[in-house]
Each structure stands twice: as C-alpha cells, then as structure tokens.
C-alpha cells in the first residue's frame, strides 16, 4: 500500500499543497485532479521519486519501482516504435522477446508501424507507442500523467480497459485525468486546490 502523510510542496515560492495525506491499495484507482497549475504533475513525480524538493512522508512497500507514464509522448523521434519499446525493456525488464514488444504494439493499433520512426507518427501515434509499455512491462503499481489525451475514441477505450486488467491483477492505478473514467471499478477522487 502506498501511503502519503503531512507532503507539502512550495515551486515559485507558491504552495502547491500542504497536509496533504492518503492512502492508495493493490487493486484501487485514485484518479487526482485540479486546475492547471494545481501541482497534479509534481505531486507524481514526488510519488515516482522525479521530484524531491517536498516535506512529508512517501512510503512505498514495493519490491519495484513505479512503472510512471508522463503526459508528453516519451518516445524518442529517431527510433522506431519497436526501437523505442525495446530500449524501455532494456531498462526495465532486460530479456523481453521481440514478439512480446510487437503484440504491445498491435495492441495499442499499430500495427504496420513497428518500424516507422516515432518522427514521422502523428501526436496520437507517438502517445500510443507510449502507452504500448502499459501492455508489457510489468509493475505493482502505475502512475500516468494525462493518458486520455491526444488519443481518440477507440485508444481511450483501450487504455480504460488497459487500467481494469492492471486493477483485476492486483495492481494499483494512480492519474491524473481532467475526462471522466469509464472502467468498471470504483474510482477515488483527490482533488488539488492550491491553499488559500
């Protein structure tokens, strides 16, 4: 179980948040939300160790670190989709097959694109090839900045279900999001709100 006590941030000389404090268990979705500004992003990176000017306590139990997905694509554009994934499975689980890397990418609809450079993909593309790692590498818990964005319909709907097969396997979800969440779990709200 992950749990967050008394975390307060300053960034600019303005409080983000202060007291602020929960809890988050295998198997639940905690979608945080708040105006842009409100430090959603930084209270991630403080959650995946990205950030570490902060006071409070960040506790996590795990045997591995958080699997965090940013809201900007993470590819690099000189590598192909397959290029980019195995560079990632290098770094976190060495020894993935090619074909596991491949049916990540069917996965998230691209197939044909395995070896077309991330350069040369549309915003939607590129955040599909970074969320393809959604689909293979393996972690406790996940932390994703903004999933839902820059893909339609269809890759929302994938990646919803993505999140409910992380949730049934006893894995633990933690987003930001400003769209609605259609998965079949309950879905705890943390809303952000600079102090006054």
Not at 24 to 47: C, D, F
Not at 141 to 158: F, H, M, R, T, Y
């Amino acid at each position: 179980m992950l749990r967050v006590d008394d975390l307060y941030c300053e960034r600019a000389r303005r409080v983000l948040f202060e007291n602020l404090s929960f809890a988050v268990a295998p198997g639940e979705l905690l979608q945080i939300k708040g105006a842009n500004g409100s430090g959603k992003t930084t209270l991630l990176k403080i959650l995946c160790g990205l950030y570490e000017d902060y006071s409070g306590d960040v506790d996590w139990p795990l045997d591995a670190w958080p699997l965090f997905v940013g809201h900007k694509p993470g590819v690099k554009d000189q590598l192909t989709a397959r290029e980019n994934l195995k560079w990632l499975a290098e770094l976190y689980q060495p020894g993935t097959h090619t074909g596991t890397i491949d049916d990540a990418i069917f996965a998230v609809g691209l197939r044909g694109f395995e070896d077309v450079l991330c350069g040369a993909m549309s915003e939607g593309q590129r955040k599909r090839v970074n969320l393809a790692r959604l689909f293979f590498l393996t972690s406790p818990a996940w932390i994703l900045d903004e999933p839902l964005s820059a893909i339609d319909v269809d890759g929302v709907k994938l990646l919803q279900e993505r999140i409910g097969f992380q949730l049934n396997e006893g894995g633990m979800v933690i987003l930001t999001s400003h769209q609605l969440l259609d998965v079949d779990h309950e879905v705890r709200h943390l809303n952000l709100s600079a102090p006054s």
